[in-house]
């Protein structure tokens, strides 16, 4: 699986290392899975062999160092995390309440065990944890490392509260307020987050510090050259338009609306050959979901306008999707933190259809690169695709401003410059 906040911690730790700065990426629960050079360490603190075996058998709470090791072995982490591996959810939220516990948890060997080695061997002058979800070591890290600062990154925590059954999602939401607490600042990439996030975990607005979201504009500016050519802009009044999805193939990222959208537009008179081209990573538990969903194409003769691409494995395969489609469109269900797919559609010169909350609101507001539906609503979503879809001349109008945009505030340069500026503020004298 490709995790869209582990792609940007690489691509943020890569960048800073760019910078100049000495910048270790450390992977918690399983090896970092990234379709670009990894930079992280080649070890996993908190495995997810060990973390799960502690928790359901005690024994495994006091095995020696060197049985943890094996557990924790990156390549063992790797075949086990291949296979489909389905949790109960009063599982995992006795889980999450676990280790959000820290040193009162099932998990205290894991959190010593890293708070020594960073102690010992990384003596770190600042620290960034990348989610609230695993601060659990942070009563420790405050201890042990003295005036160390730790910063967390707020990048989703939310939405896997709202997994969690109750009563979980009320004991695991308490002690991660109380660890908020501890935190000496949070890291957000837009305000709408950054509020939604001060109202659930009561942090106060001064400890927030917005840093810029990056794409990797250079493998996707061709792409934006390509579009803008006279002859492609000529074709592009002829050929079928084609919409694109990608990102992962689930409930929260409204993948089933989009299906929704698209089959009120197919039956539209003018959009006979409009075509959908969907990609991303698709989990075993959502698998019955997605087909479910493609079923209704096929059943409703919509079957051969579909073109799913699956999770291509190298960037050259994802650079092919975002090549062969017209206009980008993820209509989250839920409050989006990030969004860099959709950076990546500008970067590549398509224009973008986001919902009206989360990310996306300040991203179109301020880059000019889409236009915004009333979240959840799929009827008012296929009004907007049939407005861009049927105008060519719109499409590269806010493809060319969303492209200007992000390829000069929306680049990883930009994303690790303000963010080191962040970290600055708290390693100033």
Known sequence: MYCGSCLRDNALAAALQRLGLDVSLVPLYTPIRTDEPDVSLDRVFFGGINVWLQQKIPLFRWLPEACDRW???????????SRAVNVNARELGAMTLSMVRGEHGHQRKEVHRLV?????EARPDLVCLTNLLVGGCLPALKRELPGVPVLVTLQGDDLFLDELDEPWRAKV?????SLAALADGFVVFNDYYRDRMSDLFGIPAEKFH??????????FAP???????????AEAEAK??????????????????LVDAFLDLARRPGFERVRLATGGWLSEKDRPFVEAQDARLESTGLGPRLNPVGSPDTLAGKLDFFRGIDLFCVPARFVEP?????????AAGLPVVGPDRGAFPELLATSGGGRLFPAGDAKALADTLADLARDASARRALGRRGHEWVT???DRAAMARTTAEVFERFLAP
């Not at 079928?240 to 609306?257: N, Q, S």
Request: a positive charge; one cysteine or more; charged letters at 30%.
């Open 116 to 120: 020594a080695w960073m102690k010992d």
């Open 210 to 219: 917005r840093t810029a979201l990056g794409a990797d504009v250079k493998d």
């Open 223 to 233: 792409l934006a050259g390509e579009r803008f050519s006279s002859e492609a802009e």
């Open 173 to 177: 939401l308490a002690e991660m307020k």
């Open 71 to 81: 557990l924790d072995n990156p390549r063992l982490i790797r075949r086990v995390a």
């Open 408 to 410: 000069a505030n929306g």
């Open 240 to 257: 079928p338009v084609t919409i694109g999805y990608f990102a992962r193939r689930c409930p929260e990222k409204g993948y089933d609306l």
């Open 338 to 346: 990030k969004g860099i797919y959709a950076l990546e559609a500008m």
